[in-house]
């Protein structure tokens, strides 16, 4: 069987577990909503990642996403679901566009390190402003109305885990495509060499602009989805531990794709899962380790143990 | 009348005591093979670096068809027309050869989309030609990075030639080729140069390539340019061959 098809069957599988087993076990639901909102974010690495450069900050977007969500409820109301599926991942893109416009002009540690800043400045201002935030107690965040229409507690989570499928699917084909695309593969160009993209009239700071813009993006909708779904958002959100959450996904899962960002989520939210409650304290120990077996046997990450079969077959 | 392409005027640069650039006037006349030749550190491919805004000169201005480029970065020089191939080839190592040539040309046409597949765009068939041109068709689907030296230089060449130029710059086109191939390389260049109405400056060591494909030769030697000339008389002067060749 080619990489290729193997790949696409273990998305069919993915999709198809995410679906049908929070059927059989309900209380799986939220927990499968959680893995898949973390996988969008995690797409958006992916993105900055194929440039070579690492956002040690992207929780920020993930924050904003959160807070759009509770700032909305808190001081203009109750609104539709679909309302904040827009709003939160475009004032996310508003907020990588301004910080974007500047954190493009670096590289490597500078770029990486500079994103950390910027978020820890906004999970200051969000733990601080007591007053409007409440500070490390969060908001809480009800329960919005889907296209009108509210839904019991019950109702809601599978409500949400299929929007969030949904999304899933929609995103990632998105990424795929853009990946592909012209601006995708200039992206990639980054990384092996940016004096040879100058020299073909591109500029490599616009091209990590749209990269960074849409990673930005995706990340508000991650923010928003989890918000929703664990009905608070709290500064948290934005810290940069989180930060580092996501960039951990995305080796663990693998970077060659989009798949690899729901690889890593899944395994990462299931490890947490069963270790924190086998271990309390210690489940960061078991990802750890985890991680560290990822990088010494898997280096392209689990989507890579797929991909790894086309070298020795022929496809 | 042929036009005069790219003017450099009163070029100076210095690099803590060397001098590379010191006072160089040359033109770049459209239809023509310029060659520049002179001794390794003379500054030769400093002035490469200096007509397409990778380096600033100290003094002095390089303007193209009259507009001063001096301060402008080379991405901006480059859609202005004028391209360049480096002496290290400078690709995208991780990614095929037709994906290398497809960037250039995406970037040539302005196809700057997200959603559109980069080996479907319309320029795909160009690309393949231009490839076959350059002799290169049986690695596009290689990865860069997988290429034998040599054919990693005539990537470098199509990428510029992909972009269409009016002028390209080429910092010692045939190093790195192996000697029996570098006529054959050389012929299949300067055809496609001349085909395509892409005048040239190329800076070389090797004499019979100077000889058999430059209309002029410049010679650079101690940040000046000492004699500028058809290549029938620069390389037989007696100064010449002496302080630059080496006989």
Redesign the interface.
């Known amino acids: 069987m080619s990489a290729r098809l193997l790949s696409r069957w273990a998305i069919v599988l993915g999709v198809a577990v995410a679906a049908i087993f929070p059927l059989v076990l309900p209380s799986w639901a939220t927990l499968i909503t959680l893995i898949l909102a973390k996988g969008i974010v995690v797409l958006g690495i992916i993105i900055l990642l194929q440039a070579g450069q690492v956002s040690f900050g992207h929780a920020m977007f993930y924050g904003v996403g959160a807070y759009t969500v509770a700032f909305w409820e808190r001081y203009v109301g109750a609104a539709d679901l679909m309302l904040f599926l827009l709003l939160g991942p475009v004032i996310a893109m508003l907020f990588g566009l301004l910080i974007g416009l500047f954190v493009v002009r670096y590289r490597e540690i500078f770029f990486g390190m500079l994103n950390l800043a910027f978020s820890m400045v906004l999970w200051s201002l969000l733990e601080k402003l007591y007053h409007y935030t409440n500070g490390a107690d969060g908001i809480r965040v009800a329960r919005p109305a889907l296209a009108g229409i509210s839904f019991s507690p019950e109702a809601f989570q599978y409500v949400l885990l299929y929007l969030t499928l949904a999304l899933v699917l929609v995103v990632s084909y998105?990424v795929q495509?853009?990946l592909?695309?012209?601006?995708?593969?200039?992206l990639?160009?980054i990384?092996?060499?940016e004096?040879?993209?100058?020299?073909?009239?591109?500029?490599a700071r616009r091209i990590l602009l749209?990269g960074y813009v849409a990673s930005a993006f995706l990340g508000g909708l991650g923010g928003v989805l989890v918000a929703i779904a664990q009905q608070i958002a709290t500064p948290e959100f934005a810290y940069w531990t989180k930060s580092g959450e996501f960039v951990f996904i995305a080796i663990l899962g693998g970077t060659a794709n989009a798949f690899g960002a729901f690889a890593g989520a899944a395994v990462f939210e299931t490890v947490r899962f069963f270790a924190s409650a086998q271990l309390a304290n210690a489940w960061q120990l078991i990802l750890g380790v985890v991680l560290i077996v990822i990088i010494m046997f898997a280096p392209n990450g689990l989507i890579g143990l797929l991909n790894r079969r086309k070298a020795g077959a022929p496809s | 009348m042929s036009r005069v392409l790219i003017s450099a005027r009163g070029l100076k640069i210095r690099f803590g005591g060397v001098i590379a650039a010191d006072g160089i006037d040359l033109d770049v006349i459209e239809g023509e093979n310029l060659a520049i030749i002179g001794p390794n550190g003379a500054g030769k491919t400093t002035f490469l670096n200096m007509a397409t805004g990778y380096l600033r000169p100290q003094a002095g201005t390089v303007s193209y068809l009259g507009r001063d480029i001096t301060a402008l970065p080379p991405r901006t020089i480059t859609k202005l027309g004028i391209a360049r191939a480096f002496q290290i080839p400078q690709l995208f190592l991780d990614q095929t050869v037709m994906e290398n040539m497809m960037i250039a040309a995406a970037a040539q046409a302005g196809s700057m989309s997200a959603f559109r597949h980069l080996l479907d765009l319309p320029q795909r068939k160009e690309v393949e030609d231009l490839l076959d041109l350059v002799g290169i068709s049986a690695y596009a689907n290689r990865k860069a990075f997988e290429l034998p030296e040599g054919q990693r230089k005539l990537v470098d060449i199509a990428l510029a030639l992909a972009l269409k130029p009016t002028v390209l710059l080429m910092d010692e086109p045939t190093s790195g080729v192996a000697s029996a191939e570098k006529l054959g390389l050389m012929d299949i260049l300067t055809a496609a140069l001349a085909r395509q109405k892409v005048s040239s400056v190329f800076v070389e060591h090797d004499m019979d390539m100077v000889e058999r494909y430059a209309h002029r030769v410049a010679v650079w030697s101690s940040g000046k340019i000492q004699v500028v000339g058809p290549p029938a008389e620069i390389l037989n002067n007696a100064e010449v061959r002496e302080r630059v060749i080496g006989i």
């Open positions: 998105a495509r853009y592909d695309s012209p601006l995708g593969h200039m990639r160009a990384k092996s060499n004096t040879r993209l100058e020299y073909l009239g591109i500029s749209i």
